[in-house]
């Protein structure tokens, strides 16, 4: 059986890197445009929360209600059991509203495998007044399980192609669904970041449910492009990317090398807040390159005071 957690953070990471897709696919007739997210912002101002807050996604997005443009904070909650979460929901919706001082759309998403006999709820009673009586407060629950595999692996999005392994699958053969997602992602491997090509890894290895074997000779069979993305790998990479552009904007070798040091310590940051790893797997990892960049940091200084000492020297010689 697969730690929770681990359930908790694919879901997240699906959702931060299929955003568009996301909302399109559940919330077809709501309109929404730019969005960012504020999780370090959350989790910043609540410290105490941190833990039962790392799973959890937020957001600020502009959406259309009414044909005007508004800004509404949405807090994301994914589940991997059944359970009645909605005084939980009530509750961070008052703290995302007081750290944004905006409405508050809520939304629950269920992956658990169970086949509901009768929904659970979508309301909390958080008050009462002489005139409405009982006040509700109301936020949208998705279950994955209600929908067809057969029918989400033929969506154009990859996401929801993703989404198939975790639906009801009933009467599908799941090689297929994998061999779905990996046509997929090699038609689309132009626009495929590091981060998706890390996620789909991540994805079919904890729910694919067919031996290793398989899916690596589906992955010859739909000639795929792009290496699989191990999280050392993403992690090399992506610190090397940023690293080239701080070098460029300094315009040194030693920025770019500190560039990328600094760069790979973001995203094992990032990758440890959303539980992709633990803390003992990213103190060993981190370790080295903050001692690296304290190295670097040093003769830097050296070399800085070792200029100045000679600026000096010389204007000396000129007096």
Known sequence: MQNPKIHDSLFKWLIASFTEDFFEHYFPDIHVRKYKFIDKEFISKYEALRESLKDDLFLVMEVEIEETL???????????????VSMRIYEYLCYAWLLKKRPVW?????????????????????????????????????????ERSADLIKKHSLMCKLLALKADDRET?????????Y???????????NDRKLLIEQWVNAYSDIPHKSVEKIKKEVNMSFAATTISEYI????????????????????????????????????????????DQFEVMVDPLRMQLKEIQAQAEVSDTGRKRTGRGHISQLI
């Open 70 to 84: 508004h800004e509404v904070v949405i807090q994301i909650e994914h589940k991997s059991r059944r359970e009645d």
């Open 173 to 181: 053969d799941r090689e297929p669904l994998v061999y779905e997602i």
């Open 236 to 279: 090399r990479n992506e610190g090397k990317i940023e690293g080239i552009i701080e070098g460029e904007i300094k315009g040194e070798i030693k920025g770019e090398i500190k560039g990328q040091i600094k760069g790979q310590i973001k995203i094992l940051e990032s990758l440890y807040l959303t539980a992709i790893l633990s803390k």
């Open 183 to 193: 046509c997929a992602a090699e038609s689309m491997a132009e626009l495929m970041n």
């Open 106 to 146: 809520s939304i629950v998403i269920y992956t658990d495998d169970a086949i509901w006999r009768k929904p659970v709820s979508d309301t909390f009673w958080y008050g009462f007044s002489s005139k409405l009586k009982q006040q509700f407060c109301h936020f949208d629950v998705i279950k994955i399980k209600s």
